[in-house]
Structure formats: C-alpha cells, structure tokens
C-alpha cells in the first residue's frame, strides 16, 4: 500500500523529486529518505541496502538503477558495495536489470555472485510454467535469449559454482521463481552435493516446482539411501534436515507414489524425521490422522499396499523390515 501510495504522488508531481512523497508516506523514520539520486548514492556508499533503501530505489526506478550499474562497474569499488548493488536493482523495475545482472554473475568474488543469484530470483516476471513436469522446460516461458531464458542460464552456472553460499542462493531463487527451464539443473546437482543447506533447498526447489520426475532421486533422499549431502564422502547418508527436505518435497509433489518413502520415516529412531513424516503424508494420503506418529504408523500397517503402484522393494530400518515401494 505505502509504495503504491508513493507512485501515485510521484505521478502527480512529476517534476518534484519522488523521494519527498516516500518520506511523507513514512513519518515515524528514525531519519529522512534520501531527497535524490545523488543522496540516495551517498547513503548507498555508507552501507545502506535495506528495506529503506530498497523503497527509494523503487521510487527513483531507473535513476536508481543507472546510479547503482555505475558504482558497481567503477574501479577499486569493494566487493560488499557490488554486492549491495546486485541486491538492489531488482526492485528498480528497470528493464535492463538482466543484462546488468548478467554481468555481476561473472564478478570473481563469491558475495557478489552470491548476491546476484539471489538477485535474480526477485527479477522481472516467473520464467517457467511452474506446476509441472517438465519434460520441455527448456525455453518454456520464453524463447531463448529473452530475459528470462537469460535468468535461467545464469541461475544454472551459479548452481555448480564452488562457493556453498552461491549454490544455495542459485537453488532459492529458482525455487522463487519457479524456474521450470532450471529443472534438469537442479537433478544434476542433487545427485552430487554435499552440502546439507544446498541439497535441502534443492529439494524445496523440485518440490516448489511440483517436478514429478524427481520423485525417485527425492524418494532416495528420504529414505536416506544412496544419498548425497554427507561431509564424510560420496557414500554418506542424507543428514536429518535433508531428508525432511525431502519428505516435505514429496508431499508436495503429491505423487502417490511416493507415500512409501516419506512413510519409512516412521520406522526411524530419530523422533525428529518420524514427526517431519507426518504433512507430507498427509498432502499424499489427504487424511489428517493428527500429529501422534504411532497413530500414523498403525494406519500405514493397514493400508500400505494401496499405495504401490509397481514392484514392491523393501529397505531395512533399524530393527524393522520396512516396505518402500517402487518409487
């Protein structure tokens, strides 16, 4: 409201500078807003990036993004300032945020491209279809070399960057964006991470996303077989968080199948993945049996065999033999 409000007084006195109209709009501020572009630089060098500065920027729209595109590409500028900059221009609605963007992606220090990834979650229009199994989702949304094709090649690269903070902000915004053309992206790295906050939100991306065709490889995760994200090598099991991660994602895809993997969760001795077991089954089975997992598990003991679709397999659980189906 406050910055449609603002808008609405910018176009009103267009030869006054918008900023006046944002301070009138917050008067409860600790301090003013910048009154122009050559404030708003001011106060951008000192640090500010916040939800304040993210208000103006709003409110001067390409003033601000020419502004921040400048100080990002002058010499010697520190990489905490370029990394501002990226974080900004999303909100500046300035058509070329991509191809300034596009350049930041490419900056060799890891905060900047770590920026720019998230940065490129919040820009411009969702580029793929979303809700799908994407079996084209090359170039869905938008042929290549548009904006938003742009977005999910970039989004891509900095999934398989090095650097942990730049591959998880890259699978976040995919999962914001619901970047369907970032799909086989997102498989590729889950088959070969390790980093526990990076596979989770991979998983969170795929199920964002509603990808039936990560059933099995999330189905994996969550039974904790042939899994990824563990420190100790390429055969270490999935950690609590990611399996949860996983779990959660299968509910979220709501494919049936997937029921006997989130429900092998049950038969754990870790309290904390039998309860995380609980809304995914619920989003797959479309039963609320309340939060008691015993109560869950007395009712998969009954009715498990509605939910195999093929062959039945069976992993072992601590102390148990328990069903897992065919996903």
């Known amino acids: 409201m406050i910055q449609a409000f603002i808008a609405y007084l910018a176009g009103l006195f267009p030869q006054r500078n918008a900023l006046s109209a944002a ?9 003013p807003l910048p009154v122009d572009v050559d404030e708003f630089v001011a106060r951008f060098r000192q640090g500010e990036d916040g939800p304040a ?29 370029v990394a501002s900059a990226a ?9 070329l945020a991509v191809e300034r963007l596009t350049r930041l992606a490419e900056h060799p220090a890891p905060e900047v491209r770590a920026a720019t990834a998230g940065a490129l979650g919040r820009v411009g229009a969702v580029g793929g279809t979303g809700d799908a199994d994407v079996g084209d989702d090359v170039g869905a949304g938008g042929e290549i070399g548009s904006p938003g094709a742009t977005v999910a090649l970039l989004l891509g690269r900095l999934l398989r960057h090095e650097n942990v903070d730049v591959r998880w902000r890259a699978a976040t915004a995919i999962g914001d964006r619901r970047e369907t053309r970032c799909v086989d992206d997102l498989l590729a790295r889950l ?10 939100s991979l998983c969170w991306a795929l199920g964002e996303m509603r990808v039936a065709r990560a059933v099995a490889p999330l189905a994996d ?3 904790g077989v042939g899994a990824p994200a563990g420190a100790a090598g390429a055969n270490a099991p999935a950690s609590t968080a990611v399996r949860a991660a996983a779990a959660d994602a299968l509910g979220r895809i709501g494919e049936r199948s997937a029921a006997p993997a989130v ?5 754990e001795q870790n309290p904390v993945l039998r309860a995380e077991a609980i809304h995914p089954l619920r989003l797959l089975t479309g039963l609320d049996l309340g939060d008691d997992t015993q109560t869950w ?20 659980q601590p102390g148990r033999l328990v069903f897992a189906g065919a996903c």
């Open 263 to 267: 429900a092998s969760l049950l038969y």
């Open 23 to 31: 301070a009138v709009a917050s008067p409860a501020r600790k301090y």
């Open 297 to 316: 598990l007395a009712w998969w003991s009954e009715h498990y065999h509605e939910f195999f679709a093929g062959r039945v397999g069976r992993i072992r």
């Open 221 to 223: 995760l969550a039974r």
């Open 87 to 95: 974080r900004l221009l999303p909100v500046c609605g300035d058509p």
């Open 53 to 81: 500065m993210e208000e103006v920027a709003a409110v001067l729209g390409d003033r601000a993004a020419r502004a921040l595109a400048a100080e990002a590409a002058a010499a010697g500028v520190p990489a905490w300032r």
């Open 191 to 200: 088959n070969v991470e390790r980093e526990e906050a990076v596979a989770a």
